[in-house]
């Protein structure tokens, strides 16, 4: 068993005993109880796709949400549901979390479904590492997001006469224009997971794959070290200029509507962010702008969600099947990912129903799926378990954004012996 059980107090684990049982005693074989952190407007929009597809079936919504984007605070809640032998019929979750509880045998099968509708043959091998275990589906995957993206206010563009960067030094060009303007460039919330997703694309965009794959994927301890690392530090330290003074702790979706208002030129987000502009009526091309990080084009950094199965008792299976099968059915996943923001995470979606960000992010996702650079975040535990990414890597990037850790060199050591202890 992985870290992930080794942090789990008694006191959690008594208080999640007490604070669940009513719900699990209470639960039918017609009730889906669904954990995720999906509560800004946008997430909660496209969680109703799949609320409405199941209640047409007469299956009822017992919502566990808990709020925190990244996902960790809902983490921490499902560990505890989990120990208590409490599991919801399915939590939202992100790669390696799903191996450590797959690993730990608390997982249920969705096989016969998988089988029935050959979903092998529509979802991209890399995400079938995270949904199954010894061939076993034990996980849906319901979207693609990727994390290399920037979302601008169109107004504010025409405004400052800034056009589409295509690499990093154009990039802090545009944002140097703004900021010449009196408008804040970046938007951003402090909080680490959002600056280490952010780091992500500046890794990215300074090494280019290759590098990408080797530092993060392959924890090559020379790439880790390496000058590039230590320039992509650098890099997002340039980045740390153009915040305004308020950004600490910023929820992500707060630092998006700066955009949206055209308070702030652009953010660097997951297409996540895409959601907020949607349920705020904006439309791409007219209000916003979607790019790729600068110097990335080509590359995908992929997160997908997964809803996680659990190990359940024989009343709850039905509800839990019919969670998965709605999930994986076409339309379900088209009608979902345009609300959304992601792309389906079945190729064989038509992208008739998107916007030109989302047949953009389509379109990526096949080239970047046929030539190799198709490539899990590491900031959203697609790229290592968590105790790497959400662990040593988060605490180190944010560290540096806010001044704790100095240097470049000094990162890069510190991050070298920080994954090094997690491993
Ligand atoms: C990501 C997740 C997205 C979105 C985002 C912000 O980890 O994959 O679906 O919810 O967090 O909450």
Redesign the pocket.
Known sequence: MRKIWNVLTATTMVAAACGFAGAAAAADNKEVQMLH??T?GG?AAALNVIKEALAKQGYTWKDVPVAG???EAAMTTLKAMVAAGNPPTASQI?GYFALDYADAGKLGDVTPLAVKGDWAKVIPTALQKFTTTNGKWDAVPINI?SVNWIWLNKAVMDKIGGTEPKNFDEFLALLDKAKAAGVIPLALGGQPWQEATMFDSVVMSTGGPEFYKKAFIDLDESALKSDTMKKSFDNLAKLRGYVDPNFAGRD?NLATAMVVKGDALAQVM?D?AKGEFKVANKEPGKDYLCYRFPGTDGTVIY?T?MFAFFNVSADRKDAQNALAAASMDPAVQSAFNVI?G?VPARIDVSDAAFDMCGKKGIADVKAANAKGTFLGSMA?NYAQPPAIGSGAYHDVVTKFFHGQIKTSDQAVAELDKAINAAM
Do not use: A
Request: hydrophobic letters at 30%; proline letters at 0%; a negative charge.
């Open positions: 952190w999906w800004s997430e984007g990244g996902g992100l997001h992500w997951g996540w997160n969600d959304k992601s959203q």
